[in-house]
């Protein structure tokens, strides 16, 4: 199995910064895309941001020219830099990896942490 672990969630004034980090560990083979999400109450899940294995980036419209997407690949983590944060960003984010294990026969399959709460006061 895969473990994803996010970090760097938090509280901060609109208009302020976060970097959230998401860990994958286990008995991984290879990673392709990696990504973020997010749901509000009551809302369905949307996409944040998303990477593939070669570097391209895909953003939601909510966030794009405020948030960054990047991955370090040695390390098999994701980050996500958030910049001029609005009260609406507020909620649980999700990161998710598409990865292959090690065991024969293992076939591509996401997995998805267990979230991290982003709060932006106004």
């Known amino acids: 199995q895969v473990q994803l672990v996010e970090s760097g969630g938090g509280l901060v004034q609109a208009g302020g910064s976060l970097r959230l980090s998401c860990a994958a560990s286990?008995?991984?083979?290879?990673?392709?895309?990696m990504g973020w999400h997010r749901q509000a109450p009551g809302k369905q899940r949307e996409l944040v941001a998303s990477?593939?294995?070669?570097?391209?980036?895909n953003y939601g419209d909510s966030v794009k020219g405020r948030f960054a997407i990047t991955r370090d690949n040695t390390k098999n983590t994701v980050y996500l830099q958030m910049n001029s944060l609005e009260p609406e960003d507020t909620t649980v984010y999700y990161c998710?990896?598409?990865?292959?294990?090690?065991?024969?026969?293992?076939?591509?399959?996401?997995?998805w942490g267990r979230g991290t709460q982003v709060t932006v006061s106004s």
């Open positions: 990477i593939t294995g070669s570097n391209v980036t």
């Open positions: 998710n990896a598409k990865a292959k294990l090690q065991s024969f026969g293992s076939t591509w399959t996401t997995y």
């Open positions: 286990g008995s991984i083979a290879s990673i392709d895309a």
